[in-house]
């Protein structure tokens, strides 16, 4: 490698953790002992990065139902979990889709959230529902 080189960027961190780093020079001769322990440093927030699971609709009168799900683990959230919460976006299935954009959507602040109920739907028509964790990374 370049013997100038004073600087080294390292990829793929989880984000919102701690990080501890050493170097070792290398020439012709062989390595260098390690470097002490540079000082601590945290990597940022970052979005959630899983979705959920064991998603639920069950109906409670002709127009609404409730839905449930599995709130994702806090670490899920990355660092994040002031702003998390849960989007629950909702569409009537039909032969000629809208854009989700134009979807009616809820959006619930918390992360331990695990249900809402959708009120006022069309009667008889099938829904798309959709629960998106999200944070404001």
């Known amino acids: 490698g370049d013997p100038t080189v004073t ?4 990829y793929n961190l989880k984000p919102f953790t701690e990080y501890r780093f050493r170097i070792q020079a290398t020439n012709d001769i062989g390595p260098s002992g390690w470097s002490e ?6 990597t940022l ?5 899983s979705t959920v699971e064991n998603l639920k609709v069950t109906p409670i009168t002709r127009t ?6 599995n709130p994702l683990q806090v ?3 990355n660092g994040d979990i002031e702003t998390g ?10 032969d000629f889709p809208s854009p989700l954009s134009s979807s009616p959507q809820v959006e619930l602040k ?5 249900e809402v109920v959708l009120n006022e739907l069309i009667r008889d028509k099938n829904y798309e529902i959709t629960v998106i964790p999200f944070n404001s990374q």
Do not use: H, L
């Open 45 to 49: 927030p970052a979005a959630p990065s």
């Open 85 to 94: 919460g849960y989007k629950i976006e909702y569409r009537e299935v039909t």
């Open 37 to 42: 322990e540079s000082n601590s440093t945290k």
């Open 110 to 114: 918390g992360v331990s959230i695990s």
């Open 75 to 77: 670490s899920d959230f």
């Open 64 to 69: 609404d139902v409730r839905v449930t799900w």
């Open 7 to 10: 600087t080294y960027t390292v």
